[in-house]
Structures are given as C-alpha cells and as structure tokens.
C-alpha cells in the first residue's frame, strides 16, 4: 500500500453513505468499473477514498512477480509468470495486500507505464523494463485526486489499460507488455474542468457529494478531524473492530457474488430504463446488473430484489445520459428517477 498519509478510519467516516456504498460495491466486484466521486471541498471525499486501504483483504500472487499476477489465471498473468509456470512445478504463491496506489500530482508519462533503458538493454540484452505505477497497482485500486485536471496524455494511457487490461511500452524497436488491471477511483471538484466523456464513461458509477447540512453531523466532523488531528490512536483504537468487521462483510461477499442471481424481469426492466434513458452502448445495462448484484452479495442474499436496482441506479447511469459536462449529472440524476417510477412504480422511488 501506499500509505503516504495514514488512512483514517473508514467507518469513522461521517454520513454520505451513498459515497461509501459506491466504494464498498466496487470492492466485491472490481469488474464494476470503479467510482467517480464529486463534490466540494471538504466533503470527505479523499478522506474516503483513502481509507478504503483499511479494508482491502490480501490477494494471492505469483511469489516473485513484479506484477501481482494472479496464479489462477493464466489469460491476465504476466510474460514472465508464465515463463515460471511453463518451466514446470507449481508456480511459488505469496499473500500481498491488494496495491492501492495514488497518482501523484504531475506524473509523468513515464513513470506511469514504466521505461525501457534502451541502452541497458542492448548492453546486457534482455528488455531492462522498469516498472511504473501501472505495473504496481495490477489487481488493486488506482486513485486519482482532482481527475478533471488529469494531463490529456495520461488519460489516454489510462483509458488503453483499462480497456484492455493490459499496459504496452515500446521503444527502439523493443515492447514490453505486462497486466495493468485496477479500479479506478477519481475525485473531482465540478466547478475546475470537465471530464473527457470517453474517461467518464470509464467510470462504473459516480456520485455527487455535499457538506452534510444537519447541525449535528457537521459539528460530529469537526470532533472525529480534530481528534484525528491531536489523538489517532483512540479514533483508530474506537473504530478497528468496525472496520475488521466491513473487510471480512466484504470478503464474504465476493465469496458469494457468483451465485448470486438477477431475476429474468428485473434484468428486463434493467434493459428498459436503460432504453428509455437514451444510453448509448451496453455498459450502462451491464454495470447496473452487476452493482444491483454486487449489492445484494454484499446484504447477504441469493437474489437482487427491484430495491437493489433502485439504490444503485442513479449511480450507474447518471453520467451515460449527455455527452457533456460533469455538473449536468445532478439533473441527470432526476432523470434516472424518473425512469425508475416508469419501470419500477413509485414504490422504487425514495421520497
């Protein structure tokens, strides 16, 4: 992990449950797609997202391997782990935690994909890779802060890894590639740019967060930020057991996640909202059915009801009705709504 700061408390975290909810599915499933969180400053957005290293259970991998490959897996390991496995023998296996990696403001290119030392390379032979970011944060979580302000070109790498999986540097003649697969976790401030919608739509959901306005909840803030400020250890100490007890709900639940079922109508119903919305391709319909899924795995059930569709919906699809800004989502949001009462009654809207 990258703990550059240490990570507060998840489940000291103040309100927005939403914001959390959102987090905590794309842990049971990574396939989800990550989140896009935003909202003013001040709202715990970072504070979230960061806290999230708290929860992330170990992940088995190919002992030796730069690149967290997964030794179940032979279509996402890397080049070099396949070499172990083919060499005969059971591939050697180490617990690691699952990589959360922040992306430094003002990255380059280069240490993002890795560099190939050309000169080395022809002197010794051999590719002489250096790993950057992408190869750190195979089958882990990639956090972005103020994402709209991403340079053009890093989200261009970007958006290839997350597409395919897989990250490629080429240099004199020379390729490397290795797996680069991760949830992508972005915060944004909506008044300081737009996102391209090619790198918004990456995301599986978004949400809008607010500063809590109930007297309580804000002056509840202010204690746990001064206190974590003077005394960490007693917030850390108060909360452990809350957090040791989300990490184990969330391991349990990617247990579960494969037979949980989505009923023939809901997924039809999915498919009509999706429809009515205007989304364009399938992504929208197919994130929906697997955070309703990933919901009710995370509740403990067998089968996603028409309320898991209602409490993730918004979430899933409000960014996939215009192409343009990032600030349109909160009317976008009140459409989502809307095709909610048409497909679900009003009893699938909150009042």
Known sequence: HDFGVKAFPFSAVVAQEEMKLALLLNLVDPVIGGVLIQGDRGTG?????????????????????????????????????RKMLASGGPLPVAMRPTPFVELPLG????????????????????????????????????????????DDQLVDVLLDSAAGGWNTVEREGIS??????????????????DLRPQLLDRFGMTVGVRTANDAESRLEVLRRSAEWSGASKRIEERFAAEDEALKARVVAARGRLRDVAVPAELKLKISKLCSWLNVDGLRGDIVTNRAARALAAYEGRAEVSAE???????????????????????????????GLRREFGDAAVPA
């Open 45 to 81: 957005k970072s504070t979230a997202v960061r806290a999230l290293q708290r929860l992330l259970p170990e992940i088995p991998c190919v002992d030796g391997d730069k690149y967290n490959s997964d030794p179940k897996d032979i279509g996402s390991m890397s080049d070099e782990a």
């Open 107 to 150: 990255a380059t290119e280069d240490r993002v994909t890795g560099t190939i030392d050309i000169e080395r390379a022809l002197l010794e032979g051999g590719k002489a890779f250096e790993p950057g970011i992408l190869a750190r944060v195979n089958r882990g979580l990639l956090y972005i802060d103020e994402v709209n302000l991403l």
């Open 176 to 193: 490397v590639r290795h797996p680069a697969r991760f949830v992508l976790i972005g915060t944004a401030h909506p008044d300081e740019g």
């Open 308 to 338: 898991d569709v209602r409490r993730i919906a918004s979430g899933c699809l409000q960014h996939r009705l215009r192409r343009n800004v990032v600030s349109d989502t909160l009317d976008n949001a009140s459409l989502v709504l809307e």
